[in-house]
């Protein structure tokens, strides 16, 4: 059973950067894709990027160019470095297995974007 921890959310202005960080337990860790999602208020949770078993990266078209997602295998991590973030990247962001994420989601970490 893998289980989800996400950090390194918090206030920001427009413009500026984060970094999350999801660490996994589990040993099957490094043979799953992974992805991170966001849910903003009233909206449903998408994924917006995610990182195959082999370093392949797929990214939505509102996050591509600013948003990089990498990912450690031998410490069960992936994270997320956030650039040029916007007002509209406020969010509760998660992370979890792309496609058919588990059903044990982790608390998530808030990103605001604000002046």
């Known amino acids: 059973q893998v289980q989800l921890v996400e950090s390194g959310g918090g206030l920001v202005q427009p413009g500026g950067s984060l970094r999350l960080s999801c660490a996994a337990s589990?040993?099957?860790?490094?043979?799953?894709?992974m992805g991170w999602y966001r849910q903003a208020p009233g909206k449903q949770r998408d994924v917006i990027a995610f990182?195959?078993?082999?370093?392949?990266?797929t990214y939505a078209d509102s996050v591509k160019g600013r948003f990089t997602i990498s990912r450690d295998d031998a410490k069960n991590t992936v994270d997320l470095q956030m650039n040029s973030l916007k007002p509209e990247d406020t969010a509760v962001y998660y992370c979890?297995?792309?496609?058919?994420?588990?059903?044990?989601w982790g608390q998530g970490t808030q990103v605001t974007v604000s002046s």
């Open positions: 979890n297995k792309v496609p058919r994420p588990l059903d044990a």
């Open positions: 990182i195959t078993s082999r370093g392949e990266t």
């Open positions: 589990g040993s099957i860790f490094g043979r799953l894709t």
